[in-house]
C-alpha cells in the first residue's frame, strides 16, 4: 500500500519519501511504482522523479506536511512507529495510519500529542480506488481532519469524513455485512458461491459504482425500503460472531486462491489472471467520465442531512 500511496501524491505533482525498515521492500518500491504508472499509461520517470527512498525514518519526516504509515496490521508494530514518530516528526506535521482496522484512538496513545493522529483509510491498489476514508479519533483536532481532506483532494482522492472511531470505519462495515450474508446463503444451501457472486456482479453490483445504497433508497421511496424491512429484517444472518461455515473452511486449509480452493477452486496461475482483469476494469472504470460525473455531485445538490 506504501508505494501506491506515494504513486498517488507524486502523480499529482507532490513531492514524497517513503521509508521502510526492510532493503528488500525499498529496493521494489521502484517497480511497483512502475507497474501502476504503466497500467495508468503515465509517465513512470516523471513520476519516479518526485519518490524518493529513504532508509532511516527521521529524515523520510524531515519538513513533511502529512505523514502516512501504511506498516504491518499489528498494534505493537504501529505503537513503535507512532512512539518514534512522536519524537522524530516536525511537531507540525500531520501523523495518519492506513490501518484497516485498529481504531485511530488506540495508534495515538503512542504519541505525545494525540490530536495530530488521523486516519487515513485508502482502498487497494490506491492509484485506481480513490477513495480514502478520513477516520476523527475523539482526540483528533478538527483542523487535522480538514487539512488532511484538502491535500487528499488536491492529490485527486475522493476524501470522506468518518466522524467516530468504530471498528472497520464505513466501508468495511459494508463490505463485511454484505460477505456474512453471503456466506450464510451458501451456508444455509440457498444457492452456490458461484451464484451470490454473480447476483452480485450482474444485479445490484452493476449500480453501485452509480447510485449508492440510501439515494437508492431515496428513488425508490424510503416506504419501500421500510416495507422490504420488516420482512427481511428478523431473516437476514445477525450472527455476532464469524460464521462456522468460514471457521470451518479455514481450519481445513480452504483459504482460497493462496491454498488453490476457498468458495472457488484455484488451479496456478488464476489469481494472477483474475487479478490482473480486475485491475484493468479499474483502470477502464476510472477513465469512463460519466460515472465520475454523476459521483461529483449528488442530482438535487447535496445530502438532505
Ligand atoms: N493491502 C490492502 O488491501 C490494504 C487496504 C487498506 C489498508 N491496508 C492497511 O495498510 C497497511 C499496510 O498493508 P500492506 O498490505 O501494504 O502490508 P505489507 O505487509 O504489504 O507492507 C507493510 C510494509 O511495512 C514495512 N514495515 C515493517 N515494519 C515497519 C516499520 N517498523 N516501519 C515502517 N515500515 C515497516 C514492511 O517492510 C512492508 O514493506 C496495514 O495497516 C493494512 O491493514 C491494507
Not at 501506491?4 to 521509508?19: D, E, H, K, T
Not at 454523476?294 to 442531512?305: D, F, K, L, N
Request: aromatic fraction near 4%; charge should be negative; charged fraction near 20%.
Amino acid at each position: 500500500m506504501g508505494s501506491g500511496i506515494a504513486q498517488v501524491f507524486a502523480s499529482a505533482g507532490l513531492p514524497c519519501r517513503i521509508y521502510d525498515p526492510l532493503q528488500q521492500s525499498r529496493e521494489s518500491v521502484r517497480s511497483r511504482v512502475a507497474t501502476g504508472c504503466e497500467l495508468l499509461g503515465v509517465d513512470v520517470d516523471d513520476v519516479l522523479s518526485r519518490i524518493e527512498v529513504v532508509d532511516d525514518l527521521r529524515s523520510a519526516c524531515d519538513a513533511a506536511t502529512l505523514i502516512i504509515e501504511a506498516g504491518p496490521e499489528s498494534i505493537a508494530v504501529k505503537h513503535a512507529i507512532f512512539s518514534e514518530l512522536s519524537e522524530v516528526a516536525p511537531s507540525t506535521s500531520i501523523l495518519a495510519s492506513n490501518t484497516s482496522a485498529i481504531p485511530i484512538g488506540t495508534i495515538a496513545e503512542a504519541v505525545a500529542n494525540p490530536t495530530r493522529v488521523v486516519g487515513t483509510h485508502f482502498w487497494n491498489p490506491p492509484y485506481l480506488v480513490a477513495l480514502v476514508e478520513v477516520v476523527q479519533s475523539s482526540a483528533t483536532s478538527p483542523d487535522v481532519v480538514q487539512k488532511t481532506m484538502q491535500i487528499l483532494s488536491s492529490a485527486h482522492m475522493v476524501p470522506v469524513h468518518v466522524k467516530v472511531d468504530v471498528p472497520g470505519f464505513v466501508g468495511n462495515r459494508m463490505q463485511h455485512a454484505l460477505k456474512r450474508e453471503a456466506i450464510a446463503l451458501v451456508a444455509n444451501g440457498v444457492c452456490s458461491a458461484e451464484t451470490v457472486d454473480l447476483v452480485v456482479r450482474h444485479g445490484f453490483g452493476r449500480r453501485l459504482a452509480l447510485v449508492g445504497p440510501l439515494e437508492q433508497a431515496d428513488l425508490g421511496g424510503t416506504d419501500l425500503t421500510l416495507a422490504i424491512h420488516e420482512i427481511l429484517m428478523p431473516d437476514i444472518d445477525s450472527t455476532p460472531v464469524p460464521h462456522p461455515y468460514l471457521v470451518a473452511m479455514v481450519e481445513r486449509g480452504d483459504l482460497g486462491a493462496k491454498s488453490g480452493r476457498g468458495f472457488f477452486e484455484w488451479p496456478s496461475g488464476d489469481a494472477q489472471r483474475r487479478r490482473a482483469e480486475i485491475n484493468q476494469g479499474l483502470v477502464d472504470q476510472s477513465q469512463d467520465t460519466s460515472s465520475s460525473t454523476v459521483e461529483a455531485g449528488h442530482p438535487t445538490g447535496g445530502p438532505a442531512s
